[in-house]
Each structure stands twice: as structure tokens, then as C-alpha cells.
């Protein structure tokens, strides 16, 4: 018989909600036309709270109580991110329902030397998580899950006695329709025990076959079809504050709670991204989404949080903040090692991570790439393009004489107002009449009285201008 563990989370909403350890408030979840309780985390616990309460009762309780409504999908979604998380170590998982995984042992165990090593593995990627969680195992899924949901909490591979704390279950426990538990219960089947020792084709003819197939699952006398989790190939997170901000410089340890789960699931594929988008959600406004690219292929969450608080400082909320996503959807595989044995490294930043900090800080539109266009006039001899852009090929092809030019040009021609002397030139240039920015100059090397190099030019009608300054 296959081996199935089931685990139930019963708080994962409240479990998914980003606080500050040392500032714990008592926050409840609620549900129903009722706002009822159905989640509680230990402070609001120890200040009288129970689960069940309604919400009126539970505000007279406690004065300073954080209260939120039971998301479904948002519970569907974290439980999904789990089973995406533990699918590194289970090939078969089951998403059942909001509050639990199923995942089949019994084809996992050759890879480990015992189900107690497994179960560490898993332990150990949970405690990663920040779940509550409870456990068990059964020879099928319905008795695993029962177990797990009863806090059975026992790693145990022995039928008889997986079958005898089964057994020990009230019928109430049982999944079955309310109609089908007082039928049960009118006939003094109090106890999944009782029902089991009713033989089948009895059971049959006293109650319905779905009661049959039902028992049959839960002893692994039937096949219980299981459809198995696929998780995609994209990283999907999403993190609820438990406060409302209002200041984005708060929302640096959420975000980077984010960005180490994103390192995490880079590292675990090989692979990089060259852009993530995280989303901004706001309270009654629409989500804000802010796209963050880097020019090479960056995992690290400190080099992406470097970037991320940069296009924080330029961004402004509307309203107050109540969570934050974060998404990536395309993969690049990191690049070759260099096989050059004597290249030193020159900086600590290569030039494909400067343009990504220039870029997050002023915004990918401020920063151009500059390369060389075949006109003679100064103002035209250079043109704007794409950042990084190479131009090595093309220069090559073109061999000239070097020519000495400024590394500073003014943004405007000014009037020469300093005396200067003359060192180099004249050099003119004399262009440009086809498209009626035409230029008739004569170029000259100066210095001034503070010993200032410039380049300076001479009109037709003989005035002096400034033009350029030599670093």
C-alpha cells in the first residue's frame, strides 16, 4: 500500500501576515455573516479570545485587537507557494482544498535513508516557511488527512496502530454530509470504529454506496484518485501587512523578505533574472507596479534591494500601503566563467551594474549611451543610443588620424570673454549647408590666465567663442 503524508495548516492566513516579532499585536481572522473567529494568533489567545467567537464579543475582550477578513484566495495562493517550496523535495503533492497538502511518500523514500530523514528534510524547509502546521501519515489519503486534522502529530508507519487512532475518531470527524452524521448517529455509530466493524455489504444495504465508497477510501480498500501539483515556471509572492504604511521607508524588511525567497528559488534552479515587478498595493486604489531591470543577470535579494530603494525614493503612495507582490516570469541562465587565468578585476562593479543603479535612480529614460556619427560639426558628432551599446567593430572598420577634442562640451556656445592665448591651431571646419545648420569655423587650442585649457572658435565675422574645456 502507498504511503501518504498530509499536512494541515488550520492559521495560514494569519500566518502569512508580515509583523515584527517584537511587536506582536492580538489579531484575529474572522469569517461569515457572523465574523466569526476562525483564526487567532497566542496574544490575542491569552487575552481571552477563543476560536468561534463573534467578533462583537472578541472586541469587548480585547481593546487594542487587529481584526481581518478571511481571504480565500489568498490562502489558496500561499498554499500553493508552499506546495511549490516543498515540491524541491516531493515530486507527488496534492493541493487540498485552502488548509492542506497531500504528498505521497512512499516513491520519495529511496532517496533518503528512512522516513525520519524525510521528514527532517521537510521539517527543515517549513521552518523556513514561518508555518503552524500538523501532521500524519496513513496507507491512504482520506485516513492521512483525518489523522493530520485530528492533531495526530505522530510520524508512525505502523498499519495496526494508524488504524487503531483511526478508528478512535468521533463520527463527526468524519467528511460526510450532515445528513449522513445523524443517520449514524441515530443507529449509536458514535465512532469511526463502530462503522468499521460494520461489515461492507451491509453497510450498503443500511446506508448508500457513497457511505461504502467512502469507508472503502478511508481504509485504502478503494482507489482514491489524486490529481498531483505541477508548479509553474514562474516566482509569485505576495505579503499582507499587518500595519498600514504610509511611508515607503518602511517597506524595506517586507520587501526583502520577498527578495530572499526570490534568491532562494533562483539558487535552487541556476538560474538569474534581468527584471522583476513588484506591485504595491493600496488601500481603495489601484495596485501600483513598478518594474526594476538590471542590465545583466542578477539572484542576489542586497543587490536587488539596492536597486529597489532607489525607485522607492522617486515613488509616491496615494494611499496608505497594505501589502506588497513581487513577480518574475522571465529566466536567463547565468554566464560562462571567464577562462582568462590572468584578468584582474578592476572594480567592484562592472559596467552592466552601474547602468542598472543610474538607471533605478533616475529612471531608465535619463540614461543614454553615446556613440560616434559621421559629421564634423561638433554639436552633431556625437549621437545618443541605447546604454552599453558596442561600437568596437565599427570603429574598427574606420581607420583616421586622432583628432584632440574636449571631453567637455557647454550645453551653450558662450562669447569669449577672457583673455587666452593660442596654442594650437587654427583647424576649420566649415560644413554643414545641406541642411541648414551650416558652420564655417576656425578651432584653436587656448589657455586662459588660470591656466585652463579650452577650445575656442572663430566666426566669419571674426568674434571669439567659447566652445569646450579639456579635463
Known amino acids: 500500500m502507498a504511503l501518504w503524508l498530509y499536512l494541515h495548516f488550520p492559521q495560514l492566513q494569519l500566518d502569512s501576515l508580515y509583523h515584527y516579532k517584537d511587536q506582536q499585536q492580538p489579531t484575529i481572522i474572522v469569517a461569515g455573516r457572523g465574523h466569526c473567529v476562525v483564526q487567532l494568533n497566542s496574544v490575542a489567545h491569552e487575552a481571552g479570545i477563543r476560536q468561534g ?58 532517496m533518503y535513508r528512512n522516513i525520519t530523514e524525510y521528514w527532517h528534510t521537510l521539517q527543515a524547509r517549513l521552518q523556513a516557511q514561518n508555518v503552524r502546521y500538523h501532521f500524519s501519515l496513513g496507507y491512504s489519503p482520506l485516513a492521512a488527512q483525518l489523522l493530520a486534522e485530528a492533531k495526530f502529530d505522530t510520524l508512525c508507519e505502523d498499519s495496526k496502530q494508524l488504524e487503531h487512532r483511526l478508528g478512535h475518531l468521533p463520527v463527526s470527524a468524519l467528511a460526510l454530509p450532515e445528513k449522513q452524521h445523524q443517520g449514524l448517529m441515530r443507529v449509536g455509530i458514535q465512532s469511526a470504529q463502530a462503522l468499521f466493524e460494520i461489515p461492507m455489504l451491509e453497510l450498503g444495504k443500511r446506508f448508500n454506496t457513497e457511505l461504502v465508497h467512502y469507508v472503502g477510501r478511508l481504509r485504502g480498500k478503494l482507489h482514491h484518485p489524486v490529481s498531483f501539483y505541477q508548479p509553474p515556471e514562474v516566482f509569485e509572492r505576495q505579503l499582507t501587512l499587518l500595519y498600514e504604511l504610509e511611508n515607503l521607508d518602511w517597506i524595506a524588511k517586507p520587501l526583502f523578505k520577498l527578495l530572499i525567497q526570490l534568491e532562494q528559488f533562483l539558487k535552487l534552479r541556476n538560474k538569474l533574472t534581468k527584471s522583476i515587478q513588484f506591485t504595491l498595493l493600496q488601500r481603495d486604489c489601484e495596485p501600483l507596479k513598478i518594474e526594476i531591470g538590471s542590465a545583466e543577470g542578477e539572484y542576489r535579494a542586497d543587490k536587488w534591494q539596492g536597486l529597489c530603494q532607489l525607485v522607492l525614493e522617486r515613488t509616491q503612495l496615494v494611499a496608505p500601503l497594505q501589502g506588497v507582490a513581487l513577480s518574475v516570469t522571465d529566466f536567463c541562465e547565468p554566464d560562462e566563467l571567464s577562462s582568462d587565468l590572468f584578468s584582474e578585476r578592476c572594480g567592484t562593479m562592472t559596467a552592466a551594474g552601474l547602468l542598472a543603479v543610474l538607471q533605478a535612480k533616475l529612471g531608465e529614460d535619463a540614461v543614454q549611451g553615446i556613440k560616434p556619427s559621421a559629421d564634423a560639426r561638433p554639436e552633431f558628432a556625437t549621437t545618443h543610443c541605447a546604454p552599453l551599446t558596442s561600437q568596437t567593430q565599427i570603429l574598427s572598420e574606420v581607420e583616421f588620424e586622432p583628432i584632440l ?42 589657455q586662459d590666465e588660470s591656466k585652463r585649457w579650452l577650445w575656442v572658435f572663430r566666426d566669419r565675422q571674426q568674434r571669439w567663442y567659447l566652445h569646450g574645456v579639456f579635463s
Open 53 to 110: 467567537m463573534g467578533l462583537g464579543a472578541a472586541a469587548a475582550t480585547c481593546s487594542s485587537l487587529c481584526v481581518h477578513e478571511y481571504d480565500e484566495e489568498q490562502t489558496r495562493r500561499r498554499l500553493t507557494e508552499l506546495a511549490q517550496w516543498l515540491y524541491l523535495n516531493t515530486a507527488e503533492i496534492h493541493l487540498s482544498g485552502t488548509t492542506g497538502l497531500l504528498l505521497k511518500v512512499s516513491g520519495m523514500l529511496t
Open 405 to 446: 577634442r574636449p571631453n567637455l562640451l557647454l550645453p551653450q556656445i558662450l562669447p569669449l570673454q577672457q583673455p587666452v592665448t593660442l596654442v594650437q591651431g587654427p583647424e576649420r571646419i566649415c560644413t554643414g549647408w545641406w541642411d541648414g545648420h551650416e558652420v564655417e569655423r576656425d578651432y584653436f587650442i587656448a
